[in-house]
């Protein structure tokens, strides 16, 4: 199938498809013209790869983890592969800490919205916990 038909398959655009090969994520076959021909194995890559991205994952993670995916009727009993599921955990906890990083900061806004002075509570000193906690975030 062409991109077109990928694209309307699985709900990625044409452009969305054309990033997800400069990532290396998706390696379609070439025709002697040039155009792109995907296969059955194209979709369910493509439908993991919106899972994922949609899980907050980004296409350098994603590409590590492919190759961890069982194809369709592969799947063994058991767990998935442990470099998967390690990668996976992982990432749950960035995105969890995250969240937490998020949560302290709406906090603070509430607070400084709810004080009788903001410009104050904006220039007051903070405590060290929220200071030492907005270091750079690792990607």
């Known amino acids: 199938m062409r991109i077109g038909e990928l694209a309307q398959r699985t709900g990625a655009s044409p452009r969305a498809l054309r990033y997800y090969e400069q990532q290396g994520l998706l390696r379609p076959a070439r025709r002697p013209s040039g155009y792109r021909e995907y296969g059955e194995a194209d979709v369910r890559t493509v439908h993991g790869i919106r899972t994922l991205l949609a899980a907050g994952l980004s296409s350098a993670v994603i590409g590590e983890m492919l190759s961890g995916l069982p194809l369709p009727g592969e799947r063994r009993p058991g767990p998935t592969c442990p470099e998967l599921l390690a990668g996976l955990a992982r990432e749950r906890a960035r995105i969890s800490g995250e969240i937490h990083e998020l949560?302290?900061?709406?906090?603070?806004?509430?607070?400084?919205?709810?004080?009788?002075?903001?410009?104050?509570?904006?220039?007051a000193p903070r405590p060290e916990p929220f200071s030492a906690r907005r270091a750079p975030r690792r990607r």
Do not use: C, F, N
Not at 103 to 123: N, Q, S, Y
């Open 103 to 123: 949560t302290m900061a709406r906090g603070l806004l509430d607070d400084i919205l709810a004080a009788a002075a903001p410009g104050e509570a904006i220039t």
